[in-house]
Each structure stands twice: as structure tokens, then as C-alpha cells.
């Protein structure tokens, strides 16, 4: 039996969802773990090359601030190569290389990582470099010799324990230009609270060496200010030496030499950061530029942190517990019919358990099957209960028949003559007639019912089973006509299709009142030959009409054996029919008559010869 099923309510499309459910969250789940991961090592890997790349360029840059030019820098360079495992390459203005990590003759990088110039360094994170544009060790001038270092550093011991008398933490550091600072705990210059016993301004006093680069920078910056003397609008009079003493920068101390009031202030800016570089320029190496490359360095390998590590561990555990928790309410509410469909089938078969339609899918339509099978099973089992009942009641009346004579002649109470022996032999053809027909039933319930095929003409069989029935048709004055149609051929058992049909023309003259007709008819079909059996007789009953071919059913309950037939020619000529691989039917209309019809397969007609024999 075929159901419709919805295409939603199908099990199959129910677990393809489920499926794909789970396999977008491990997805969705796992892209955006891959995505998290991925993007933090990047992010750390970016990092630490960038910090690589400034740590480089603070070397290179360091080197340029303390040397004159760049003749001594191979040694520099390939160190820094060998640590980090990157080409290093520095290049005049034109590209034109004049020290390179990598062999003679390699290309460079198509872009310069940056510019190598301490006078003018924004990206160096050096202390006072983002301030003043230069890199804090190119101090030039500004060196002090060993007998001024030493006394500068005297002088801030005693400025140190001095502070430490006033309760005041410090830490002493030297500059690049050799002079020693102090600083507070945060590493900050010494520029705020000076206690009185302290302040006896010698610290912050220029040395000679500082003095003499400190006149050459005002001389240089007075001459670029004179040059603006128009713009300002006024004479520029600059006196560093009366702006306060120095400091531990050389220049904030000249940047507290300016007055700091509009278009003064600004031109007096410019003019000393360009006379420092000017000032400083003899004393650092020329601008160069800088490329970068992978050189022997290893692939990047991205180690997971424990952290990630951890949000791998927490995200599988929660697609874990989402797919168990999915899978198992799934399996659930699909396990739980089956296991009503289980608990119904190990029931005894004479109870005939049922089971509750929970469901519209495959489950819902098996139940609906099994449900059906057992109706079935039920009517079987009621069958084969009647049919048992009806064979003892079909063999009783004549073996009690048989039986009662044979007794009555043994008591010598009736002679065996002729009538009684003619009696007796009509009930033992009954049973003999009756036992046949059981054991034709059988072998084709059991399907050994042996068929001998060959090729048989309908017009043929048809004049063949009216022979046999037409002198009975006669005594029960009946008329017993063929109309076969054209010779259509099929493949069949010509004895077992004789049976078939002498069993419908035999009960066709039994129901036909005298002056009646049956008709034998045969044709062709779409494939098939179908036999038709008709008559005039008296019809069934629509109601009845379903019964027809079971066993020992009568459409007239009054009949005997005698009149009626045994009541197994029908399911007979069923059986006969199915094992053909065709099927029987009938239609009729009580009080007009009844066609019982057997549709056969049709077999191709064999080859006539040339003299007309087949």
C-alpha cells in the first residue's frame, strides 16, 4: 500500500535537516574559533615583526647618530641579520646599495621599509626623539670629555645624597653626551621639587664643552633668525646664556631660550631645530634607505596560547553537547514508535495487538501497515477457522451417509443391490471430488502447483471446454455458445486452463434457469487475452459480490454438495488464474445474469510455415 507522505513530515528529509543543523553550527563554530585564532597570531605575529622591524631600524639608526658615515657598517649589519634572519639592505637615495646582508647581485625588496636618518626620525621611540625629531644619541658637540664627565657625575652624587637627606628617592643615569642626570622612580628627568639645601646650581650648569656647542648653536640660530628679521618685524636679540643655566637636554634648554609668543615663537622654533641639525650634521652619517626581506628566516609559526587552547576545548565541548543533546531528542521521538511497533510484535499472534498512529512519516505509515497486517492475520486466522468448519461439514454428510449403509448392509438389514452399491459410489466421488480440489488448493497455496506451458490458441481452449460442458448444458436446458474474437495466443497449461474454465461453464449452467444461455467469449486486451463466462442466470447480490471466490462460499445457502458443487471451484479458478500470473474477477446483477472474467497474459503467435502448418 502507497501513502502520499508530505515531503516535511519525511524521515529521511527530518534526519537530512538534522544533519545539516549540526553541521552548520560545527561550522559556523569552528569558522569563527579559526577566525579568533587566526586573527589574535596574526595580529601577534604583525606585532613582533613590526617590533622587530623598529627594534632594526633603532640600531641602524643608533649607529648613523654616533658615526660620521657609513663606512664601518657591514659588521653592524650582518650581526643584526644573523639575529633576526632578515636580508638587510641600505641603499644611497637611487637605490644604490652599499651594504647588504645578502649575496652581491640580489634584487631588493620593490619598497624601502624606511628612511635611516637621525636628524629627522619620528618612529624611534627613544626618549626625547618624538619630541625634537632627532635621535637623542646624536650628541656631537655636545660630547664630554672623561675629566667633565667625571666632575658632572661628582656633582650629581652629591646633588643624589642630598636629595635622599630631603626624603627624596632618585636614581642616577648617564646621557649619551656622558653627562650624568638624575631621575625620580618613574625614570623621569629631575625637573620638579628642588629643596632649598639642594639648589646650589652647579648640576645644571653647561660645562666648557657644552658651553662652546651651546654658543655655536645660538650663532647658528641668530644668524637664521636675522634672516626673518622682516617677517617679525622687529630686531631678534637671542641670549641662551641668560635664559637660566643649562639643562640635562641641551635642547629644551634652548627651547627655553625663545620667547614662546605667536609668530616669534614658532619662527624661533624652526630656526633652532634646523640650526641643531645643521650643527649636528658633520657628526652623523648621510640619510640612507632601508629594505627588509625574509632572507633564511623561517615560515612564522603561529604557536596557540594556552587561552586559545582553552576556547578550542570550550567551543568542541559545547558542539559536542548541542550534537548529543540534537541527536538524542531526535532519536527519541523516532525510536519511540518503533519500539510500540517491537512491543506489538512480540505479542502472542492470537491476541492481535494494535498500535497507537502517532506519527505521519515512514514510522506513522509502518505502523499503519503493521496495523493492517494484523486485520488481516485476524480475518486469515477467522478464515481458516471457517474453512476447517466447512471441510469437517463437507466430508460428515458423506461419510455418515456411507457409513449408514455400510452398517445397515453388515446387519443384514438392507441386500447390497445395485442402487445401494450406485449410492454409495455417488457419495465416495463427492469426497474423491472434494479431497481433489483441497490438494489443487494446496499445492497452489504452497506454490508447487506444476505448470505445464505452451503455446495455446483462446479460440481452441474455448471449443475444447464447450465440448466437455454441452451435454450437461443440455440436460439442464441451456444453451452453450463460443464467440471468440479473432485467435488471440497465450502462454499457458491447456490442462489446468480446461479445469479453470469447466469449473466457471460448470457453475455458470448450475445458476442458469432451462431456456437460459451461457456465452464463452475470448479476446484481446493491451497485452492480454481475457476469457469471459457469461450468463442469464439469477445474479448475485452486490453485497455478495466480495465473497465470491472464497472457499465453500454458495450464493444459495439452501444448496447441497449435490446442487451447489463443493464451493471450491471458484478460489479454484482463482488460484489457477494467479499462478498464470493473470486475475479473476466477476460482475453481476441479481436477476439479469453474471460474467466471470480471467485476464491472461498474451503470448506471441508462432511462425507459419509456407504450407500453411504451424
Not at 498500535?355 to 486485520?375: M, R, S, W, Y
Not at 464467440?483 to 442458469?512: C, E, F, K, Y
Request: charged share 20%; with cysteine; hydrophobic share 40%.
Amino acid at each position: 500500500m502507497s501513502r502520499a507522505l508530505p515531503l516535511r513530515r519525511s524521515l529521511l528529509v527530518r534526519l537530512l535537516i538534522t544533519s545539516v543543523l549540526i553541521a552548520l553550527c560545527s561550522v559556523a563554530a569552528t569558522a569563527w574559533l579559526a577566525v579568533q585564532t587566526t586573527t589574535r597570531a596574526i595580529q601577534e605575529e604583525q606585532g613582533q615583526v613590526l617590533a622587530e622591524d623598529m627594534d632594526i631600524l633603532g640600531q641602524l639608526s643608533g649607529y648613523a647618530a654616533t658615526h660620521p658615515d657609513w663606512s664601518g657598517v657591514d659588521g653592524t649589519l650582518r650581526t643584526i641579520a644573523r639575529r633576526t634572519g632578515r636580508r638587510i639592505a641600505l641603499t644611497t637615495g637611487d637605490r644604490t646599495p652599499f651594504a647588504d646582508s645578502a649575496a652581491r647581485g640580489t634584487s631588493l625588496p620593490p619598497r624601502a621599509a624606511a628612511t635611516v636618518d637621525p636628524l629627522r626620525t619620528d618612529t624611534y621611540t627613544e626618549p626625547g626623539a618624538q619630541l625634537a625629531g632627532v635621535d637623542p644619541r646624536a650628541v656631537g658637540p655636545y660630547r664630554l670629555p672623561l675629566t667633565e664627565r667625571l666632575r658632572v657625575a661628582k656633582l650629581a652624587t652629591v646633588r643624589q645624597m642630598c636629595f635622599a637627606r630631603n626624603g627624596l628617592q632618585t636614581r642616577l643615569e648617564r646621557m649619551p653626551s656622558g653627562r650624568t642626570v638624575l631621575t625620580d622612580s618613574d625614570g623621569r628627568l629631575d625637573s620638579g621639587y628642588v629643596p632649598t639645601e639642594c639648589a646650589d646650581g652647579l648640576l645644571n650648569t653647561p660645562t666648557p664643552t657644552e658651553q662652546k656647542a651651546l654658543d655655536g648653536l645660538s650663532a647658528l640660530t641668530r644668524t637664521c633668525l636675522d634672516r626673518h628679521k622682516a617677517l617679525l618685524g622687529e630686531p631678534v636679540a637671542l641670549s641662551l646664556a641668560a635664559a637660566g643655566g643649562a639643562t640635562q637636554d641641551p635642547y629644551l634648554f634652548e627651547k627655553r631660550a625663545v620667547d614662546r609668543h605667536g609668530a616669534l615663537a614658532r619662527t624661533a622654533n624652526a630656526c633652532v631645530d634646523d640650526a641643531r641639525r645643521r650643527q649636528l650634521a658633520p657628526y652623523v652619517a648621510p640619510v640612507a634607505q632601508l629594505f627588509l626581506g625574509t632572507g633564511d628566516r623561517p615560515v612564522p609559526r603561529f604557536d596557540m596560547s594556552t587561552a586559545n587552547k582553552a576556547k578550542v576545548a570550550g567551543v568542541a565541548g559545547l558542539v559536542l553537547t548541542l550534537t548529543v543533546a540534537v541527536t538524542a531528542l531526535v532519536a527519541t521521538r523516532l525510536v519511540r514508535p518503533l519500539r510500540a511497533l517491537t512491543q506489538a510484535a512480540q505479542q502472542p499472534p492470537e491476541r492481535h495487538v494494535r498500535v497507537p498512529v502517532t506519527t505521519q512519516d515512514e514510522t506513522g505509515i509502518l505502523a499503519l501497515a503493521f496495523n493492517e497486517l494484523t486485520e488481516r492475520r485476524e480475518r486469515m486466522e477467522a478464515q481458516r477457522k471457517a474453512m476447517v468448519s466447512d471441510i469437517a461439514h463437507e466430508l460428515r454428510t458423506p461419510l455418515t451417509n456411507i457409513r449408514g449403509w455400510l452398517e445397515v448392509a453388515r446387519d443384514g438389514l438392507v441386500d447390497p443391490d445395485p442402487e445401494l452399491l450406485s449410492s454409495l459410489h455417488e457419495e465416495a466421488v463427492v469426497l474423491q471430488r472434494v479431497i481433489d480440489d483441497l490438494q489443487d488448493l494446496a499445492a497452489a497455496d504452497a506454490g508447487t502447483l506444476r505448470l505445464h506451458r505452451e503455446e495455446v490458441r483462446a479460440d481452441e481452449l474455448l471449443e475444447q471446454v464447450a465440448a466437455a460442458h454441452r451435454v450437461g448444458a443440455e440436460a439442464a436446458g441451456v444453451l452453450l455458445v463460443t464467440a471468440p474474437a479473432g485467435t488471440p495466443w497465450l502462454d499457458a497449461d491447456p490442462v489446468r486452463m480446461r479445469q479453470a474454465l469447466g469449473n466457471l461453464v460448470s457453475n455458470a449452467i448450475r445458476h442458469t434457469p432451462p431456456g437460459g444461455t451461457v456465452t464463452l467469449c475470448a479476446h484481446h486486451d493491451d497485452g492480454h487475452v481475457v476469457f469471459e463466462v457469461a450468463d442469464t442466470g439469477c445474479g448475485i447480490e452486490a453485497g455478495d459480490l466480495a465473497s465470491v471466490f472464497d472457499r465453500f462460499w454458495r450464493a444459495e445457502k439452501s444448496r447441497s454438495r449435490r446442487t451447489g458443487g463443493s464451493g471450491l471451484g471458484l478460489a479454484i479458478v482463482r488460484q489457477l488464474a494467479a499462478a498464470h500470473g493473470g486475475t479473476a474477477s466477476v460482475t453481476s446483477e441479481a436477476g439479469t445474469g453474471t460474467v466471470f472474467s480471467l485476464r491472461l497474459p498474451t503470448a506471441q503467435a508462432p511462425a507459419v510455415s509456407a504450407n500453411g502448418s504451424g
